[in-house]
């Protein structure tokens, strides 16, 4: 194993409308794929705050912040050639809904593999393999409407 060398918190957004989960679409070592908008907590700035911060950074829209979702930890063995360090992280995911237009206006300050937003289809998410299997499952229950519990996903 590996020993991380830095514990990374992040904050993370599920925003829901009309039956679609936004995501971001980013080029990750070579390959497109989906993730949750959301991104690094910064020093004194509570979760929430970063997760309506990073939103608006990478999608352009002002979220209204929810329950807590879920929270995943891990890290990797082999951080790839993107990553500059292996660090272990803890992603905390909350339930948002978007405050106005919910039509994505380019964020701020987008990561530098994001190539766009999307609005997806929950009822298609359960085969979205360009999606993280580690959220893909759980993304998948809310196409019932119903919230799940706070869970701890392990890696």
Same mark, same amino acid.
């Given at each position: 194993?590996?020993?991380?060398?830095?514990?990374?918190?992040?904050?993370?957004?599920?925003?829901?409308?009309?039956?679609?989960?936004?995501?971001?679409?980013?080029?990750?070592?070579?390959?497109?794929?989906?993730? &949750?908008?959301?991104?690094? +907590?910064?020093?004194?700035?509570?979760? @929430?705050?970063?997760?309506?911060?990073?939103?608006?950074?990478?999608?352009?829209?002002?979220?209204?912040?929810?329950?807590?979702?879920?929270? &995943?930890?891990?890290?990797?063995?082999?951080?790839? @050639? &993107?990553?500059?360090?292996?660090?272990? =992280?803890?992603?905390?995911?909350?339930?948002?809904?978007?405050?106005?237009?919910?039509?994505?206006?380019?964020?701020?300050? +987008?990561?530098?593999? +994001?190539?766009?937003?999307?609005?997806?289809?929950?009822?298609?998410?359960?085969? &979205?393999?360009?999606?993280?299997?580690?959220?893909?499952?759980?993304?998948?229950?809310?196409?019932?409407?119903?919230?799940?519990?706070?869970?701890?996903?392990? =890696?």
């Amino acid at each position: 194993m590996t020993v991380p060398t830095r514990i990374r918190t992040s904050a993370k957004a599920v925003v829901l409308h009309e039956g679609s989960v936004l995501l971001t679409r980013n080029v990750w070592n070579g390959r497109e794929g989906y993730f &949750l908008p959301g991104g690094g +907590q910064e020093t004194g700035e509570l979760l @929430p705050d970063a997760v309506r911060r990073e939103v608006r950074e990478e999608t352009g829209l002002t979220v209204e912040v929810g329950p807590l979702l879920w929270v &995943l930890e891990g890290w990797m063995e082999s951080p790839g @050639p &993107l990553a500059s360090e292996n660090y272990h =992280r803890v992603e905390v995911v909350f339930l948002c809904t978007v405050v106005g237009s919910p039509e994505p206006g380019g964020g701020t300050e +987008q990561d530098t593999d +994001q190539i766009g937003v999307d609005w997806v289809p929950l009822d298609g998410i359960a085969a &979205l393999e360009a999606l993280s299997p580690r959220y893909r499952a759980h993304l998948a229950l809310l196409a019932s409407g119903d919230v799940p519990r706070a869970s701890y996903l392990e =890696r």
